[in-house]
């Protein structure tokens, strides 16, 4: 049960009176502040609130909203330490934890660049100009390195054009 009932409903969001979330959610509990950093042995380290999260449902965490703790973390932090109680001793009852997620974002162009060979679909070919297509000599290509695919449903659009069936290019297992 969530502690700060009164300040989620007061901010239109988390409980509401009568009613179960509908979604899982982060909160801070009563008295919490915000990260504060302390010098341990020589190093900065960055001590974040006790962040609970709160669910209506065992697949909540995942399907609904992914679980955030927003400004508990340094951006320089290499290290993530997940907590999890759970305080229901019902043998029906069972928490999950999984590892957080957090990606190293970079750009296209810096993971496939200019000069490796590259197969654009047909919905993609004028949004990526600084890739560069596959050469094709004496009727023979070169093996594509990387495809560049549009969104799921124009993904679709194209199966069965390039395809290994009937279709075009797409017959090369390198990509």
């Known amino acids: 049960m969530c502690r700060c009932r009164r300040s989620c409903a007061r901010r239109g969001t988390g409980?509401?009176?009568?009613t179960r979330p509908a979604r899982s959610w982060w909160?801070?509990?009563p008295g919490a502040s915000t990260p504060t950093r302390s010098r341990c042995s020589g190093q900065v380290k960055t001590e974040s609130p006790r962040?609970?999260?709160i669910s209506s449902t065992w697949g909540g965490a995942g399907?609904?909203?992914?679980a955030?703790?927003?400004?508990?973390?340094a951006r320089s932090a290499t290290r993530v330490r997940v907590v999890a109680?759970?305080?229901?001793l019902a043998p029906q009852h069972w928490i999950a934890v999984t590892p957080p997620r957090m990606p190293r974002l970079r750009t296209l162009q810096d993971v496939v660049g200019s000069r490796d060979p590259v197969l654009l679909d047909w919905l993609v070919g004028l949004a990526f100009p600084c890739q560069r297509p596959f050469d094709h000599r004496n009727?023979?290509?070169e093996a594509p390195k990387?495809?560049?695919?549009p969104d799921r449903f124009g993904a679709e659009a194209n199966s069965p054009v390039m395809d290994n069936n009937g279709g075009a290019r797409w017959g090369s297992p390198n990509c």
Do not use: E, H, N, S
């Open 15 to 18: 409980y509401r009176r009568g």
């Open 27 to 29: 909160c801070r509990p």
């Open 51 to 53: 962040a609970q999260l």
């Open 63 to 66: 399907v609904a909203k992914p």
């Open 68 to 73: 955030r703790a927003d400004g508990c973390a």
């Open 85 to 88: 109680t759970d305080d229901d």
């Open 139 to 141: 009727g023979v290509i």
């Open 146 to 149: 990387w495809r560049i695919l």
